[in-house]
């Protein structure tokens, strides 16, 4: 369970932001891969934790899950993944290891007011 | 003042700090020519004895020293330092995975050029250590015979993030009818062409699979590095 030093990760990223920009966070928006090793669930009450006795307190955690896409060297193009325990491309079926999305982490948007 | 509230656009990694030391160490490992490992498994898939076993035997050619991380106790640097290779224990306090800056703090003082070969053993945990890099060139996801052939259906993260798969205490296969076809499938479904080791420490059978590839990894990370 590491969910929530994550969670506290995110909410001392998006406190630097809103002292930079002088403004009050309403919420932070998460891309969360599929392959980042990070339970949706376990993160988003974290983060409400986190987010105690913080200039973030009372805000939203708005999570977008990305799914996994691979190269598929059958197809040659990016395809969808049949499934996280099963390395194939979703349309072929060719094995395909190379990852071109879906270990995401990352604070992409936040919902400010100045 | 008082503007509706708006949206703007960040892109910030949550993990940059450790990605950043990470990558630092990576650079350190590489010019003070280490070849790096580290291990992760679930706790009691035999990381432990794997490892004492590959550092007494690797001792006889190269210069080899391990970390090793626990939640508590120093019972693991103990039994690897009876391999007479320089150990030193991590102990996370509740943290369940190891991260670059505890790595990074672990090694103030040694002299990385001295060194052959690098273990980390991480905290046993199929789940969180997956996320943080520690710089390490080489991953090894350790799986007993005990646990069973699903293992790496049911933790696919950690077994992706993996470089090469040891499936350890092959001396229980029988015993326990583990499955080989099925254990390799599972392996090769979430992780397309990962070459697998079978061991047991305990017979000694296939270790010296493993060492030979260790011996062809740290070679070619050399060349590289000189190229």
Redesign the interface.
């Known amino acids: 369970?590491?969910e929530l030093?994550?969670a506290m990760?995110?909410v001392e990223?998006a406190e630097e932001?809103a002292v930079r920009?002088g403004a009050k966070i309403?919420a932070v928006?998460?891309k969360l891969g599929a392959?980042?090793?990070?339970v949706k669930s376990a993160l988003q009450s974290s983060y409400e934790m986190a987010c105690e006795n913080t200039a973030l307190q009372g805000s939203q955690l708005i999570v977008e899950e990305v799914p996994v896409v691979v190269y598929c060297p059958g197809c040659r193009a990016d395809r969808p993944l049949s499934s996280?325990?099963?390395?194939?491309c979703a349309e072929c079926g060719a094995?395909?290891?190379q990852?071109v999305q879906g270990k995401e982490?990352?604070?992409?948007?936040?919902?400010?007011?100045? | 003042?008082?503007?509706?509230?708006?949206?703007?656009?960040?892109?910030?990694?949550?993990?940059k700090?450790n990605d950043v030391v990470a990558r630092a160490l990576r650079e350190r490992f590489r010019e003070a020519g280490v070849f790096v490992a580290s291990l992760v498994s679930s706790p009691g898939s035999g990381k432990t004895a794997f490892l004492e076993k590959v550092l007494t035997e690797l001792r006889k050619e190269f210069r080899v020293a391990a970390l090793v991380g626990d939640l508590a106790t120093d019972n693991d640097a103990a039994r690897l330092a009876r391999s007479q290779a320089p150990v030193k224990q991590i102990t996370t306090g509740t943290?369940?995975?190891l991260e670059a800056t505890m790595v990074q703090s672990a090694l103030e003082g040694w002299n990385l050029a001295e060194l052959d070969f690098l273990f980390i053993e991480n905290v046993g945990n199929l789940?969180?250590p997956?996320?943080y890099d520690l710089g390490e060139a080489m991953r090894v996801v350790l799986l007993s015979v005990t646990e069973g052939e699903d293992k790496p259906?049911k933790y696919?993260?950690?077994f992706?993030?993996a470089d090469v798969a040891i499936v350890t205490k092959t001396d229980l296969a029988h015993a326990v009818e583990f499955d080989w076809a099925a254990a390799s499938a599972n392996i090769?479904?979430?992780?397309?062409?990962m070459e697998v080791f079978r061991l047991s420490t305990k017979s000694g059978e296939g270790i010296d699979d493993f060492l030979k590839h260790l011996a062809t990894r740290l070679a070619e990370a050399r060349s590289i590095s000189v190229a």
Not at chain 1, 84 to 88: V, Y
Not at chain 2, 188 to 193: L, M
Request: contains cysteine; charged residues 15%.
């Open positions: 369970m590491h030093s994550i990760s995110i990223l932001e920009r309403n928006h998460l392959l980042a090793g990070v996280i325990q099963f390395f194939s094995p395909a290891s990852i982490l990352e604070v992409v948007a936040l919902e400010i007011e100045e | 003042m008082n503007s509706e509230p708006r949206l703007v656009e960040v892109r910030k990694n949550v993990l700090q943290l369940c995975h789940v969180c997956s996320s259906l696919p993260t950690i992706n993030s090769q479904a979430v992780r397309p062409g």
